[in-house]
């Protein structure tokens, strides 16, 4: 199930701030939003809160997003960190116009949903496709208003 606009790029690491400096002398980026704090999720294990430290950096119209899990509902993260401080890429993201029509798609499809959330603004969900594409899909859809927010290209 691959459908969308691909917008990001998402990579776990056990040190977010090494990660984002590393990447930013690499490439020049000087723009960093970040984000730590809780949000509550539905995961294979139940519905609870998970806490992740994220930064976001564009690139022209792809986003960078590097997460560092911190505590709760993070397995899909955790599970698959790097031994070492490095980055790892983790998934891609899609938007999607139609949240309700995409999720009956997804109730439809073969691939296990293994994280989602959301609110009125913005929706999110991971599929695990590592055995089509080898890695997982996540696919969000958000108001005009929050897709500025975030700096959306």
């Known amino acids: 199930m691959i459908e969308?606009?691909?917008y990001q790029n998402a990579y776990i690491t056990r040190?977010?701030?090494k990660?984002?400096?590393s990447f930013q002398a690499r490439t020049g980026a000087k723009d960093v939003m970040r984000y730590e704090g809780p949000v509550e999720v539905t995961t294979p294990r139940g519905?609870?809160?998970a806490v992740n430290k994220l930064a976001f950096i564009w690139i022209d119209k792809l986003q960078y997003e590097f997460i560092q899990p911190v505590s709760g509902y993070v397995d899909v993260y955790q599970d698959a960190?790097?031994?070492d401080d490095s980055l790892l890429f983790h998934h891609v993201c899609m938007m999607v116009d139609d949240w309700d029509v995409f999720r009956a798609k997804v109730?439809?499809?073969?691939?296990?949903v293994?994280?989602?959330g959301g609110d009125q603004a913005l929706k999110f969900l991971y599929i695990d496709a590592r055995d089509l594409v080898g890695h997982y899909l996540e696919y969000t859809w958000m108001i005009p208003e929050r897709?500025?927010?975030i700096g959306g290209r």
């Open 114 to 116: 293994v994280v989602e």
């Open 15 to 17: 040190d977010i701030d």
């Open 4 to 6: 969308g606009r691909h």
């Open 19 to 21: 990660a984002v400096a």
């Open 107 to 112: 109730e439809r499809q073969k691939y296990r």
């Open 81 to 83: 960190l790097p031994a």
């Open 147 to 149: 897709w500025a927010a």
């Open 47 to 49: 519905r609870g809160i």
